[in-house]
């Protein structure tokens, strides 16, 4: 793990190098126009561009497909980071952020902290100490994202306020019509109880009177006994559906899902495509709750 540490350093610091070197030769005046944005995962991404628009290039750390909690950044992001104007993050005891946040904070002084978690009610972690760093699953706690994004962008960049508001404005009804199909749809629902691999969707529960089961226990694998006090818990609440993760293996959702005579069915927290991907949650919960 040292020999890692030492190998990014020295790698970040050529690569670093290099790129303050090209970029004193060969200034692009068409993208120096656009603010640079960097955020920690895809929601993040998405809520962040819908109100910068062509105002801003947003990086991200977090690519799709790795594991948020443990991922580390390559040289060339951190190089990006160097140059950035503003960072948005969670904010809520997320895994990427609690590492590497003050290192970033060290290679950029003047860049813009936004935290999007800001007036949202957290809740506490089933992980371990801490709070839930899942608050991007529940759309009312998007909308508050939004709008604390848009706040730290009117600061960075005033003379761009009314774009902004319009871009915020227009993606809030976006997701406000979002949380009201939800609640619509999942407000007479008999079995209010649902069993996930990995326990991301607390705040979505709670928002919308649910209660989640997590098979991961503190962020391990269960133990065999615990198996067998999973699966009396899942036939207790008539599941026969286990939502499981790409990030994770499934090997227990299905050993779980074999057990209760159901089957599995993926749901990706990080998926692209924010409102379109909380449809098919909501959609799945429904068919399979009802």
Not at 106 to 129: K, P, Q, R
Not at 185 to 201: E, I, K, M, Q, Y
Request: with cysteine; glycine share 4%; hydrophobic share 45%.
């Amino acid at each position: 793990m040292k020999l890692r540490t030492l190998f990014l350093s020295l790698a970040l610091g050529v690569t670093l190098l290099s790129s303050l070197l090209l970029a004193g030769c060969q200034e692009d005046s068409s993208s120096a126009a656009k603010l640079k944005i960097a955020v920690s995962i895809v929601p993040l991404k998405e809520f962040t561009q819908q109100i910068a628009g062509d105002k801003a290039e947003v990086i991200l750390m977090v690519p799709p497909g790795a594991e948020p909690h443990t991922y580390q950044p390559l040289p060339s992001q951190m190089v990006d980071i160097s140059q950035a104007d503003m960072y948005v993050k969670l904010g809520s005891d997320f895994g990427f952020e609690q590492t590497w946040i003050s290192k970033i904070l060290a290679l950029n002084h003047s860049m813009l902290m936004v935290d999007s978690s800001v007036n949202i009610t957290l809740e506490s972690s089933s992980e371990g100490d801490g709070a839930d760093p899942h608050i991007w699953l529940s759309p009312r706690n998007a909308i508050q994202m939004v709008k604390n994004i848009t706040t730290g962008l009117m600061s960075l960049d005033p003379e761009n306020k009314s774009y902004y508001v319009a871009n915020r404005d227009a993606y809030l009804a976006k997701l406000e019509q979002l949380d009201n199909e939800i609640t619509l749809a999942l407000s007479h629902l008999h079995n209010r109880t649902f069993l996930v691999f990995h326990p991301a969707w607390a705040y979505f529960a709670r928002d919308y009177n649910l209660k989640e089961l997590s098979i991961e226990i503190e962020g391990k694998e269960p133990t065999p006994q615990q198996m067998i006090e999973i699966i009396d818990l899942a036939i207790q609440n008539n599941i026969s559906i286990v939502f499981a993760s790409p990030q994770f293996s499934s090997r227990s959702a299905e050993s779980i899902a074999s057990e209760i005579g159901g089957q599995v069915i993926m749901i990706d927290p990080l998926a692209q495509d924010y409102i379109k991907n909380m449809e098919f949650v909501y959609k799945q919960m429904q068919e399979v709750m009802s």
